[in-house]
């Protein structure tokens, strides 16, 4: 006498078995509810003089139970996958109007080219001097912020990469600072590298945070502020 995997997979069986599998599973994959059903239709169809195995038994449902805590399991990460990616999103939305810092000071130059940077100031510029120091702590450039008087925000800038003697230095990264008086005489200071947060964009489902008029990963920041 043919088993109920036997009776599923020949003759007119088989016909009726597959159109209803195509109707209702049309990825032909393969669930829990078809593993419960196979084995209900085994049960049903064994042979009453030689009975189905019990160890056969507890092995397809042991191989059920399996199935379903698979399913479960990603049925959970699915839904933990979709709370991180909120939580992603609204940690990056809260970041906006706080202050964000690369973790740097230093701008990049290659030898014979010009570098341009952007520095925020906080407070209106009255006067005061961009500093440029190289990688040992020397300062090679200083510029006057008298051209910036008034001004606050972030305020774009170009070096040409030259010292105070006019002679080109060479490719590297420099540190660059600026000590100001604001509109009130009072001291302030600031660097390349910290910028308030202004908005965030999404990218391919990723956040992207604007920082002066660049959008840089939220990878890239190592505090906020």
Same mark, same amino acid.
């Given at each position: 006498?043919?088993?109920?995997? %036997?009776? *599923?997979?020949?003759?007119? $069986? /088989? #016909?009726?078995?597959? +159109? !209803?599998?195509?109707?209702?599973?049309?990825?032909?994959?393969?669930?829990?509810?078809?593993?419960?059903?196979?084995?209900?239709?085994?049960?049903?169809?064994?042979?009453?003089?030689?009975?189905?195995?019990?160890?056969?038994?507890?092995?397809?449902?042991?191989?059920?139970?399996?199935?379903?805590?698979?399913?479960?399991?990603?049925?959970?990460? %699915?839904? *933990?996958?979709?709370?991180? $990616? /909120? #939580?992603?999103?609204? +940690? !990056?939305?809260?970041?906006?109007?706080?202050?964000?810092?690369?973790?740097?000071?230093?701008?990049?130059?290659?030898?014979?080219?010009?570098?341009?940077?952007?520095?925020?100031?906080?407070?209106?510029?009255?006067?005061?001097?961009?500093?440029?120091?190289?990688?040992?702590?020397?300062?090679?450039?200083?510029?006057?912020?008298?051209?910036?008087?008034?001004?606050?925000?972030?305020?774009?800038?170009?070096?040409?990469?030259?010292?105070?003697?006019?002679?080109?230095?060479?490719?590297?990264?420099?540190?660059?600072?600026?000590?100001?008086?604001?509109?009130?005489?009072?001291?302030?200071?600031?660097?390349?590298?910290?910028?308030?947060?202004?908005?965030?964009?999404?990218?391919?489902?990723?956040?992207?945070?604007?920082?002066?008029?660049?959008?840089?990963?939220?990878?890239?920041?190592?505090?906020?502020?």
């Amino acid at each position: 006498m043919a088993t109920g995997y %036997e009776n *599923l997979i020949s003759g007119s $069986s /088989a #016909s009726t078995t597959t +159109a !209803a599998t195509t109707a209702t599973n049309p990825n032909s994959v393969l669930d829990k509810d078809s593993f419960m059903k196979l084995l209900l239709v085994e049960l049903q169809h064994q042979d009453p003089t030689a009975p189905m195995d019990s160890d056969k038994i507890l092995t397809q449902t042991s191989q059920l139970a399996t199935l379903e805590s698979a399913s479960n399991t990603n049925k959970a990460l %699915e839904d *933990l996958a979709t709370q991180l $990616s /909120a #939580s992603r999103d609204f +940690a !990056a939305i809260s970041t906006i109007g706080k202050m964000a810092s690369l973790g740097s000071n230093a701008v990049t130059l290659e030898k014979g080219s010009t570098s341009k940077f952007e520095i925020y100031f906080e407070k209106e510029i009255k006067a005061g001097t961009l500093t440029i120091k190289d990688k040992d702590d020397k300062v090679v450039k200083t510029v006057s912020l008298a051209d910036q008087a008034g001004k606050s925000g972030v305020l774009a800038f170009e070096w040409d990469g030259t010292d105070n003697d006019e002679t080109a230095l060479a490719s590297g990264y420099y540190s660059v600072t600026a000590d100001y008086t604001d509109a009130n005489n009072e001291a302030q200071s600031t660097q390349f590298g910290i910028y308030p947060v202004e908005s965030v964009r999404y990218e391919n489902g990723s956040p992207l945070i604007k920082l002066g008029s660049s959008y840089v990963p939220m990878s890239y920041i190592v505090e906020f502020f």
